[in-house]
């Protein structure tokens, strides 16, 4: 618990003081429980017997205190305050699980935003390392686990604990004997408890792992459903959802049902208790009927409380245990990426700067300077990039080649701000990039080989990130006339808001290479990154992307990492790696022809 309440407290930031208030509301409930629970015994006594009344000190005390008339008037005023309390306790009851479950469902979906802007916000090599399918299942489902298999749970138990104790402690007043035989059956259900609770946790994290599974067997099955279906592997992916299915049922099914199992128990105990406490009384008590009646009538109707309140609060605690691997799942995933914990010391991936920043703005007029800059991926010695250094000019086109594994793309990722070296630095006009890197990848346009579209209008994809009400038509338009697909929007059936499918698949491969710089020019990004963004088109539609990056030099600075020789011929110079290293420089007489 020590542990737990540090993170839980952390995840549940912002919300202290409605946990504080429920707390209060909680307490008062079981006063209002205990109140109308205790006036039962005495309203079924006098009922009974109305000279009891006469009888008993307090009872006497307040039939004189208020002037009662006769013991029936007493009656229906003590059978009025039990009615009040339990119709306001019930009000109550109905709007303290109302808050709960608000405070549950609105802390998930906070949760889950914060999960997923921490991960937006993530440096690119924890997103090397991390399945997607992994990073779905803890915004999606690890943030139920934590909420609805947790924080709800948790304050149930709380409530219910209260309420518990609440009665408990009438149960003292009323017969001690009765409630030491309560307590005898406890050890019972506390060992159940114990018993289930390893076994709990381990079928609810199996259960977790065989969603986040089939969350990715999803991904790959249908992501790639055009090979799926050439290849005829789908019964590859079927079997394997098969096997995960089957495993998500079975440990979910296994913690459910044994989760339940000490409700059963503590139901049986109830009824044994009451069938031999009656017994017990009747054998030591022989007079003592009328007194029987009263103690059973709080008994029974304590039973009736502490039966769903005590089940309720086993259960809870049991989904509560087997879910607090989510908890630090979460805690230790948003605490890292929040704090910055996982970033190198003088980097900030935020929108705000770093505390030792200098500058707070970045202005690219002459040129960018790449000095001495390594590089090597987390858990491997090996260099990527070994003291790489060169220039780039305001305006001038640059090509980058190289065999595979040259270091090409893990160049460009740095130049992007994704890796961060592990020396060297990135100037811009003499400032270093990382003073700022969110000023310097807003002066940035990123055109992949594979361009990322989204099920959405042709509008949307290339105003990426743009609410419908910010779009500009004339930079838009403006965009698709640079990118050369003025005569591909006249085609579409509904122009730019044409739906374009799931990663564009209406659209062919040259379309979607020019949607790509579209993007990056609507965004009127001063550098522009091309990353072989012509090889898997065929020579007509790659003379076409070319053309349209070619009308855009002098215009922009460009950074081109090269598959085809061609469409570097117009670039104002040349680099060629390999192993991490610049081979040669030059233009494109010197790199690409004299070799």
């Known amino acids: 618990m020590t542990q737990f309440l540090p993170k839980f407290l952390y995840l549940t930031k912002g919300y202290h003081k409605s946990l504080v208030m429920m707390a209060f509301l909680f307490l008062?409930?079981?006063?209002?429980?205990?109140?109308?629970?205790?006036?039962?015994?005495?309203?079924?006594?006098?009922?009974?017997n109305p000279d009891l009344v006469k009888g008993n000190y307090w009872l006497n005390l307040i039939y004189q205190q208020m002037n009662f008339s006769s013991e029936q008037q007493f009656l229906i005023v003590l059978g009025a305050l039990v009615l009040i309390a339990f119709y306001i306790k019930a009000f109550l009851s109905f709007e303290g699980q109302k808050a709960v479950f608000k405070f549950g469902y609105t802390l998930k979906a906070e949760l889950s935003y914060k999960l997923l802007k921490a991960y937006l916000k993530a440096p690119y090599s924890f997103h090397l390392r991390i399945n997607s399918a992994a990073l779905i299942q803890d915004v999606i489902?690890?943030?139920?686990?934590?909420?609805?298999?947790?924080?709800?749970?948790?304050?149930?138990?709380?409530?219910?604990?209260?309420?518990?104790?609440?009665?408990?402690?009438?149960?003292?007043?009323?017969?001690?004997?009765?409630?030491?035989?309560i307590i005898l059956l406890l050890p019972v259900v506390i060992g159940l408890m114990k018993l289930l609770r390893s076994r709990l946790s381990l079928w609810n994290k199996e259960g977790w792992d065989a969603s986040a599974k089939m969350i990715r067997i999803l991904n790959h099955g249908l992501g790639g459903l055009k090979e799926t279906r050439v290849i005829g592997c789908e019964s590859y992916f079927e079997n394997q959802m098969k096997e995960q299915t089957k495993r998500y049922a079975q440990n979910l099914t296994l913690a459910q049902g044994y989760g339940n199992l000490p409700r059963f128990v503590i139901e049986a105990f109830m009824i044994t208790?009451?069938?031999g406490f009656t017994l017990l009384f009747l054998n030591f008590n022989q007079d003592s009927g009328q007194n029987l009646t009263a103690v059973l009538g709080i008994f029974a109707l304590a039973s009736i409380r502490l039966l769903p309140a005590i089940s309720n609060l086993v259960s809870n605690i049991n989904v509560f245990r087997s879910n607090t691997f989510a908890i630090d799942k979460l805690f230790f995933d948003?605490?890292?990426?929040?704090?910055?914990?996982?970033?190198?010391?003088?980097?900030?991936?935020?929108?705000?700067?770093?505390?030792?920043?200098?500058?707070?703005?970045?202005?690219?007029?002459?040129?960018?300077?790449?000095?001495?800059?390594?590089?090597?991926y987390p858990n491997?010695?090996?260099?990527?990039?070994?003291?790489?250094?060169?220039?780039?000019?305001?305006?001038q086109a640059i090509g980058l080649i190289g065999k595979s594994g040259a270091g090409k793309t893990t160049l460009v990722d740095v130049l992007l701000g994704l890796l961060i070296p592990q020396s060297g630095d990135i100037k811009v006009d003499g400032v270093s990039v990382y003073s700022n890197l969110r000023a310097w990848q807003n002066m940035l346009g990123y055109v992949p080989q594979t361009i990322f579209l989204i099920d959405d209008t042709l509008e949307r994809?290339?105003?990426?990130?743009?609410?419908?009400?910010?779009?500009?038509?004339?930079?838009?338009?403006?965009?698709?006339?640079m990118a050369q697909l003025i005569e591909v929007v006249a085609q579409l059936p509904d122009g730019i808001k044409t739906v374009v499918g799931e990663r564009g698949v209406l659209l062919s491969g040259g379309q979607r290479q020019r949607v790509g710089i579209a993007r990056v020019l609507y965004h009127e990004r001063e550098i522009l990154v091309f990353d072989e963004a012509t090889a898997a088109l065929d020579n007509e539609t790659e003379q076409l992307v070319t053309e349209a990056t070619k009308t855009l030099s002098g215009r922009k600075t460009i950074i081109i990492i090269a598959h085809r020789l061609s469409t570097i011929e117009h670039c104002d110079r040349i680099y060629q790696l390999e192993q991490g290293r610049i081979l040669k420089s030059g233009n494109y007489q010197e790199v690409v022809l004299n070799q």
């Open 141 to 181: 489902g690890t943030t139920d686990s934590v909420c609805i298999g947790v924080v709800m749970p948790l304050l149930t138990a709380i409530s219910n604990s209260v309420i518990t104790l609440a009665l408990f402690l009438l149960l003292v007043r009323a017969n001690v004997t009765a409630l030491a035989l």
């Open 334 to 376: 948003l605490k890292e990426i929040e704090e910055g914990k996982i970033l190198p010391a003088g980097f900030s991936y935020s929108e705000s700067l770093p505390a030792n920043s200098s500058a707070s703005f970045l202005s690219f007029r002459d040129h960018i300077i790449l000095d001495n800059v390594t590089f090597h």
């Open 28 to 48: 008062f409930i079981s006063g209002l429980e205990v109140f109308g629970t205790g006036m039962v015994g005495p309203f079924i006594a006098v009922a009974t």
């Open 273 to 275: 208790f009451l069938v």
């Open 461 to 481: 994809n290339i105003a990426f990130g743009v609410p419908d009400q910010l779009i500009d038509q004339n930079r838009l338009w403006k965009a698709i006339e």
């Open 380 to 395: 491997t010695s090996k260099k990527s990039l070994d003291k790489i250094s060169l220039t780039v000019r305001k305006g």
